[in-house]
């Protein structure tokens, strides 16, 4: 789909792509299962005091990969890291941990499969990508299905306001995740994958300590061993693990064959939450779902343009845009 760069042999850009989507996998299988971790949790534990353990924990494990940023070379870089820290350990991660009190985990996992279109949009608005008709119906497809999800079905449900604000919360973290992943591509290049997410983590990572007070022994002392379990699963597994994987497959992968991998974490999200959790299926679940996924379809999936696009530009970026 995309042209190597000048004096890149074939063979290390297919092994390049190779890992990439292998990391890709890794990371949408991991974070299709967090919903349902992060759904069970807050039904024991209070959002912020659960955020302050997980970031906490992720913190401590990745500050050793830290050290490429801390050195001379890296440190002209720390102000964007700072930022897109607080993008995706803030603005992500807090408004989604407090919509899933009010949203069931298969409902949350379909509204943020909706992130292809938000780093599409993005991408256009910010890096003049561009973006063709067919491109904007897809997104306005799956923007429609966010609303099913929200709307007068969940409206006259009961606690329907607080459903409505739940799936809000989650659409805005997955549109500031887009603007993350936007933000750490060019870093995971220029200092790697693993210091561009062990340096972004531990910055985002700090907002939540002015908040250490929430968390008390009475809290911790009566959540059972699988409530430990999800958290180390969350802080570990889904921070650690998949940032590292995600951003090695953004680093290595076109915008568009990234947004591509993103279809299977609402599948194993709906999956987990109804084999683990109990939930059960409904229409609306089911017609938001259909229009969020065919939405990202047309929207990411390449047309006969793309299977030769134009040379890169003069950043070596590929625009991620799809054929009309």
Do not use: K
Not at 45 to 62: C, D, E, K, S, Y
């Amino acid at each position: 789909m995309f042209h190597a760069a000048a004096g890149t042999s074939p063979r290390r850009v297919l092994s390049s792509s190779g890992a990439g989507t292998a990391a890709g996998l890794a990371a949408v299988g991991i974070w299709g299962m967090a919903p349902v971790a992060t759904r069970a949790l807050v039904l024991q534990l209070a959002p912020l005091p659960l955020l302050v353990i997980r970031m906490g924990l992720a913190a401590v494990v990745l500050l050793p990969w830290c050290g490429p940023v801390l050195r001379r070379p890296g440190r002209r870089y720390a102000p964007r890291l700072i930022v897109a820290g607080l993008l995706g350990m803030v603005g992500y991660n807090l408004p989604v941990t407090i919509g899933l009190q009010w949203v069931p985990a298969s409902t949350a996992g379909l509204v943020l499969a909706s992130e292809p279109v938000w780093l599409l949009l993005l991408a256009a608005v910010f890096l003049g990508e561009r973006v063709s008709r067919r491109c904007w119906a897809g997104a306005a497809v799956a923007l429609a299905g966010v609303a099913v999800l929200a709307g007068p079905s969940a409206l006259s449900a009961h606690r329907g306001a607080r459903e409505l604000a739940g799936v809000s919360l989650i659409a805005l973290g997955t549109l500031l995740f887009a603007a993350y992943t936007l933000m750490l591509r060019p870093l995971s290049r220029a200092i790697g994958p693993v210091p561009a997410t062990a340096a972004s983590t531990v910055a985002g990572s700090l907002f939540y300590a002015a908040f250490a007070g929430t968390v008390t022994s009475g809290q911790l002392s009566r959540l059972p061993a699988a409530a430990w379990a999800e958290l180390a699963f969350l802080a570990v597994g889904s921070i650690v693990v998949g940032m590292l994987a995600w951003n090695l497959a953004a680093a290595r992968l076109p915008s568009q064959r990234a947004g591509l991998l993103l279809y299977l974490e609402p599948l194993v999200s709906v999956a987990a939450a109804v084999a683990l959790l109990g939930e059960r299926l409904s229409a609306g679940l089911a017609v938001g779902g259909l229009l969020i996924l065919g939405g990202i379809a047309a929207t990411w999936t390449p047309g006969p343009r793309d299977m030769d696009p134009p040379e890169p530009g003069p950043t070596g970026q590929q625009a991620a845009s799809c054929d009309t």
